[in-house]
């Protein structure tokens, strides 16, 4: 360690003493190095104060760098410090090649830091909980340590083509047309919110979702806060078999019946869809479960608000906006997409048009989702419900009038909604007698 620590002070001594003499050096390096990297403050110092004459387009030198240091040191000691960073660098050719590897070793120590912070002050873990963490410090520093380049229009064209093909791979549709011809898919690295006032249809959609994508891509992961396993198989029966959710909660089948529900149960058991309904389920532990499934290709979360942060925050915004960061960079970590479940604020009637300050406890919901859907009711008598597209960065927004067959959990479209038809339908109040 102690070699490593001499070895990286020589590796700071040097970039300065590159810039020091010839400060053209700074802008080759700045694309590279950050002050972060440098662990010897008056090192620091003279980067920041090169930099900010880069900024400035001023020029820079030893008297700049001694300007720089004098609240720090005094002048003479200053001296010396300059004097002996241009004696460790004898030449500025190696500077760009110093520069990375110095970039390089303050990476890896500051993953090292992270790792070991972890470990030992991190509350109290399994080891998986702990494993997944690691992990999930392990995808951010190589998320952070991918630099881009210049590319040519012809290279972005190239790309774009190929990640067409991506996405287009790792599409997930609705199965509803008019509203997969907006959404364009959910894709790889989507995180999409449903989002919706309870006893809407929000988990009835979600299961929907949760088919077409078994049927269509492959398996999917459920993961059921609010509902236990077998609640949730009894409503995959009632849509595939055709049998009200009443009479297969009642036991009261007749004999037709019961064939149907053993018809729709062997063909569901051959679906590849995996249910986890444990309650204080965290993205870590999600994590951990996804990574050890082979094809997965939908995670979906009901409900949000349910999930347990991996840390403890001030207020639910922050747990919730955490939450859906950390949903989202898992997303983009595994390449599939994930569907998450959220309530709409309390003020908001399952009557009203929402909208996405509907989404309860945390506008960073709205920030972090690729896709938002909302769901209201429109008409209860006639089972109609509306789905807002709110929020859409690879298609158009719109709305679509759905029928919901609530005995056998089934959407299907009516038609689009247009624009002037969106007016809130709050409940009427009766009129006093007054």
């Known amino acids: 360690m102690a070699e490593t620590t001499v070895e990286k002070k020589e590796l700071e001594y040097s970039v300065v003493g590159a810039i020091l003499i010839d400060s053209q050096i700074t802008g080759r390096i700045s694309g590279v190095l950050s002050p972060d990297d440098f662990s010897i403050g008056i090192c620091r110092a003279v980067y920041n104060a ?110 774009m083509y190929i990640g067409q093909k991506e996405r287009n791979a790792l599409r997930i549709d609705t199965g509803l047309s008019k509203t997969d011809g907006m959404l364009k898919g959910i894709c790889g690295g989507n995180l999409c919110i449903v989002g919706a006032r309870p006893g809407v249809g929000k988990s009835a959609f979600a299961l929907q979702l949760a088919e077409q994508a078994a049927l269509t891509a492959g398996r999917v992961l459920i993961y059921s806060m609010e509902m236990t396993a077998d609640e949730l198989a009894e409503r995959f ?29 062997a063909q569901l058991s051959t679906l590849p869809i995996s249910i986890n309904d444990a309650p204080n389920m965290t993205v870590a532990k999600i994590r951990a479960e996804a990574l050890a499934l082979p ?40 390449k599939i997409p994930i569907v998450a479940l959220a309530q709409l604020n309390r003020g908001t009637s399952d009557e009203e048009v929402p909208s996405l300050r509907s989404l309860r406890d945390s506008g960073e919901l709205e920030q972090n989702a690729n896709k938002i859907l909302l769901l209201w009711n429109i008409d209860k008598e006639q089972n109609h419900v509306g789905l807002f597209v709110a929020k859409n960065r690879r298609g158009r927004t719109g709305s679509v009038k759905l029928h919901f067959d609530g005995a056998h959990m089934s959407f299907t479209e009516i038609d689009y909604i247009h624009d002037n038809e969106l007016k809130p339908q709050k409940p009427q109040r009766e009129t006093p007698p007054w």
Request: contains cysteine; negative net charge.
């Open 237 to 265: 029966v009632a849509r595939r078999s055709g049998i009200p959710l009443d009479a297969i909660i009642d036991g009261t089948l007749t004999e037709e019946q019961q064939r149907l529900m053993e018809k729709a149960s």
């Open 50 to 159: 090169a930099l900010d004459a880069l900024a400035k387009g001023d020029k820079f030198d030893a008297v700049t760098a001694l300007n720089a240091l004098s609240p720090d040191m005094d002048r003479q000691s200053g001296r010396q410090f300059i004097v002996q960073c241009m004696e460790t660098t004898p030449t500025v050719a190696n500077a760009e090649y110093h520069a990375q590897l110095l970039h390089d070793k303050a990476a890896k120590g500051r993953l090292a830091a992270a790792i070991m912070s972890e470990v030992t002050e991190a509350p109290i873990q399994t080891g998986g909980e702990l494993c997944s963490h690691i992990m999930g410090i392990c995808q951010d520093f190589l998320k952070n340590e991918q630099t881009g380049k210049l590319k040519s229009l012809c290279e972005a064209l190239g790309e």
């Open 295 to 334: 094809d997965l290709k939908l995670i979906i979360v009901d409900f949000l608000s349910l999930m347990q942060p991996g840390r403890k925050y001030e207020n639910r915004n922050l747990e919730l906006g955490a939450m859906s960061r950390e949903l989202k960079n898992l997303a983009a970590e595994l």
